[in-house]
């Protein structure tokens, strides 16, 4: 029996309909930052990866990681976490800086999402230092059993994606 597959493109006019960003703290695993990256082109979420990373972050490397979605992904690269808060007060979009944390205490569920919101995931490794975390606009969980650290950034990130784009509308 053969199977139908439909397949549904992201054309620019969505793209360019969903402000919601995607902030990566300095990634510390490639194939995270690959997963997410590739996230972002399927659903045409700007990808903002803030500096330095764990691991080569060279076109090559990126390439290999983001496998040829990499061409889809609006990225934007930053060397530095001063670099990326100079060009976000440069820009006017009105945008939170929404940081998923295992330190706060708002579910992500009962926060209400815009959509010029930016979705700001730490280090694997570390999560986000003090600083950055007290620059956020707002800090949420995502709820697990007791016992248990956290989830899978690349995971993590999905799942906070979805819930934003679900209450925006823009899914």
Same mark, same amino acid.
């Given at each position: 029996m053969m199977r139908r597959h439909t397949?549904?493109?992201l054309t620019l006019v969505e793209a360019e309909a969903k402000p919601m960003k995607i902030a990566l703290y300095q990634p510390d695993i490639p194939q995270n +930052?690959?997963?997410m990256l590739r996230m972002c082109a399927c659903l045409g979420i700007?990808?903002?990866v803030i500096g330095p990373a764990g691991f080569d972050f060279s076109d090559r490397a990126l390439r290999r990681a983001g496998l040829d979605y990499l061409a889809h992904v609006d990225l934007a690269r930053h060397a530095s976490?001063?670099?990326y808060l100079a060009e976000r007060s440069a820009k006017t979009d009105g945008g939170r800086l929404v940081l998923l944390t295992t330190h706060a205490e708002l579910r992500y +569920?009962?926060?209400?999402?815009a959509a010029a919101d930016?979705?700001?995931l730490g280090r694997e490794s570390a999560g986000v230092p003090d600083d950055v975390h007290a620059t956020a606009d707002a800090r949420i969980r995502i709820p697990v059993r007791t016992g248990l650290r956290s989830l899978n950034v690349a995971v993590a990130a999905a799942i906070a994606t979805g819930e934003a784009l679900r209450?925006?509308?823009a899914l």
């Amino acid at each position: 029996m053969m199977r139908r597959h439909t397949t549904f493109q992201l054309t620019l006019v969505e793209a360019e309909a969903k402000p919601m960003k995607i902030a990566l703290y300095q990634p510390d695993i490639p194939q995270n +930052t690959g997963t997410m990256l590739r996230m972002c082109a399927c659903l045409g979420i700007q990808a903002h990866v803030i500096g330095p990373a764990g691991f080569d972050f060279s076109d090559r490397a990126l390439r290999r990681a983001g496998l040829d979605y990499l061409a889809h992904v609006d990225l934007a690269r930053h060397a530095s976490w001063s670099d990326y808060l100079a060009e976000r007060s440069a820009k006017t979009d009105g945008g939170r800086l929404v940081l998923l944390t295992t330190h706060a205490e708002l579910r992500y +569920t009962d926060f209400r999402f815009a959509a010029a919101d930016t979705l700001l995931l730490g280090r694997e490794s570390a999560g986000v230092p003090d600083d950055v975390h007290a620059t956020a606009d707002a800090r949420i969980r995502i709820p697990v059993r007791t016992g248990l650290r956290s989830l899978n950034v690349a995971v993590a990130a999905a799942i906070a994606t979805g819930e934003a784009l679900r209450q925006t509308g823009a899914l």
